[in-house]
Structures are given as structure tokens and as C-alpha cells.
């Protein structure tokens, strides 16, 4: 097995769903922790590693520095296919996908750190209105994504079994609520959050159990 390591932050979304299928998948990982809010993801010794300068990268000992986590999930599935967080069809492995892009095309871009900071310093937003406009795009996406579990889910978000979708949610759940985000209209929603965070590799993953957590106030 290679020697992984996480270039990270503990409180971006895109990290901690990567820590989760890290966790998921049983692997040793050493963790590089870039703070979001002092830039230092624009660093030179970064940027090489991750053209972007964007969080997470995944260097493989001996192999690539992958960059962008919906590849480095699919990396993972696919270099360590157990257990397994996609089903076995083509049919299927669609839907999951499809229900992963909800969130990681359509949602959490939208409520990204640059994002926020450029509507605040560039726009010169107010902190409520910035709120309110993270709210309205995971309000939108959460919409859909809660009739699409109700289509597919059996006890988590598609299916009787953690997929790849779980990865996605449980942080934008987290980044949710960090915004004030009323969550009680997606119930099928949160019983598949429910039913993944009392897992161990969950868990684990959470922000503020990262070695660069900072109290939260």
C-alpha cells in the first residue's frame, strides 16, 4: 500500500468528505493542514503541488498528487475497491454520481470560501446576505436531492448501504448548518445523515476532531 498524505483544511467541505472516504476505505493517511483563511494554499510550495492552489490534494507516495476531490474519491474506489462506495451497475453507479454532482457541482461551490470572501470584500456584502445566499443554493439543492433519496434510499441516501453520496452530504450538512440553514423540511435527508455519522470513519472525520481545528465560537 502506498504511503498517502492529505493536504487539507479542517473545515473545508472538500477535505472532510475525502477524509471520510479515506476513513471508509481503512487507510493510513498523514494530514498537511493550509489555512483557508491566512491564504497559505497560495503558496509557491502549494501551488505546485496543486495548480488551483485549491484544497484537497492527495500525494501518493511513489505515484500522482491528485487534485480535486471528486476524482480523488474516484481514485480511491477505484485503487481500493473495498468496501465498495458505489454500487454494482452502470445504472445505478449513475444515480450515485448524479446524486454526489447535487452537492459537489451545484451546491458547495456556490458556498465556497473564495466565493464568500470575494462577495464580502469585492461586492461588499453583508455577512447576513451572504448567509442567506449560501442558504438559498443548499436550500435548493437539498430540495432535490431529498425527493431523490426518497426515489432511491432504503435506510441511507441511496440504497440499504453507505455510497459515495454519504461523503458528500454529512460536510454540506455541517456547512449548513454553520449558516443557519433550517434543515427540518429534508427529513428523508436527515435520516440518511443520521444514519452515517455514528460510524466510525465518519466521526473521525469530523472538523474539530482535525490536528489544525481551532476552537469554534
Given at each position: 500500500?502506498?504511503?498517502?498524505?492529505?493536504h487539507?483544511?479542517?473545515r473545508s467541505?472538500?477535505?472532510?468528505r475525502?477524509r471520510?472516504?479515506?476513513n471508509?476505505?481503512?487507510?493510513?493517511y498523514?494530514?498537511?493542514a493550509?489555512n483557508?483563511?491566512?491564504?497559505e494554499?497560495?503558496?509557491a510550495?502549494?501551488t505546485r503541488l496543486?495548480p488551483?492552489g485549491?484544497?484537497?490534494?492527495?500525494?501518493?507516495?511513489?505515484?500522482?498528487?491528485?487534485v480535486?476531490?471528486?476524482?480523488?474519491?474516484?481514485?480511491?474506489?477505484e485503487?481500493?475497491p473495498?468496501?465498495?462506495?458505489?454500487?454494482?451497475?452502470?445504472?445505478?453507479?449513475?444515480v450515485?454520481?448524479?446524486?454526489?454532482?447535487?452537492?459537489?457541482?451545484d451546491?458547495?461551490?456556490?458556498?465556497?470560501?473564495?466565493?464568500l470572501k470575494?462577495?464580502?470584500?469585492e461586492?461588499?456584502?453583508?455577512?447576513?446576505?451572504?448567509?442567506a445566499?449560501?442558504?438559498?443554493?443548499?436550500?435548493?439543492?437539498?430540495?432535490?436531492?431529498e425527493?431523490?433519496?426518497?426515489?432511491?434510499?432504503?435506510?441511507?441516501?441511496?440504497g440499504d448501504?453507505?455510497?459515495?453520496?454519504?461523503?458528500?452530504l454529512?460536510?454540506?450538512?455541517?456547512?449548513?448548518r454553520?449558516?443557519?440553514?433550517?434543515l427540518s423540511?429534508?427529513?428523508?435527508?436527515?435520516?440518511?445523515?443520521?444514519?452515517a455519522?455514528?460510524?466510525?470513519?465518519?466521526?473521525?472525520?469530523?472538523p474539530e476532531?482535525?490536528?489544525?481545528?481551532?476552537?469554534?465560537?
Amino acid at each position: 500500500m502506498s504511503k498517502l498524505t492529505l493536504h487539507g483544511y479542517w473545515r473545508s467541505g472538500t477535505s472532510y468528505r475525502t477524509r471520510i472516504a479515506l476513513n471508509l476505505k481503512g487507510l493510513d493517511y498523514a494530514q498537511v493542514a493550509h489555512n483557508l483563511l491566512k491564504s497559505e494554499h497560495k503558496e509557491a510550495s502549494y501551488t505546485r503541488l496543486s495548480p488551483q492552489g485549491l484544497v484537497p490534494a492527495l500525494v501518493v507516495d511513489g505515484g500522482p498528487t491528485l487534485v480535486q476531490s471528486p476524482a480523488i474519491l474516484e481514485w480511491l474506489e477505484e485503487t481500493y475497491p473495498d468496501p465498495p462506495l458505489l454500487p454494482r451497475g452502470a445504472d445505478d453507479r449513475a444515480v450515485v454520481r448524479a446524486m454526489c454532482a447535487v452537492i459537489g457541482c451545484d451546491i458547495h461551490p456556490l458556498g465556497n470560501v473564495r466565493i464568500l470572501k470575494y462577495l464580502k470584500s469585492e461586492l461588499d456584502q453583508e455577512q447576513e446576505a451572504i448567509d442567506a445566499w449560501s442558504r438559498n443554493w443548499i436550500g435548493q439543492g437539498f430540495a432535490a436531492l431529498e425527493k431523490m433519496i426518497g426515489q432511491y434510499g432504503a435506510g441511507h441516501c441511496f440504497g440499504d448501504a453507505i455510497t459515495m453520496v454519504e461523503c458528500y452530504l454529512v460536510p454540506q450538512v455541517y456547512s449548513a448548518r454553520r449558516v443557519g440553514t433550517d434543515l427540518s423540511p429534508y427529513t428523508r435527508l436527515m435520516a440518511a445523515y443520521e444514519a452515517a455519522i455514528d460510524n466510525p470513519a465518519f466521526a473521525a472525520a469530523h472538523p474539530e476532531k482535525q490536528p489544525d481545528a481551532v476552537p469554534v465560537t
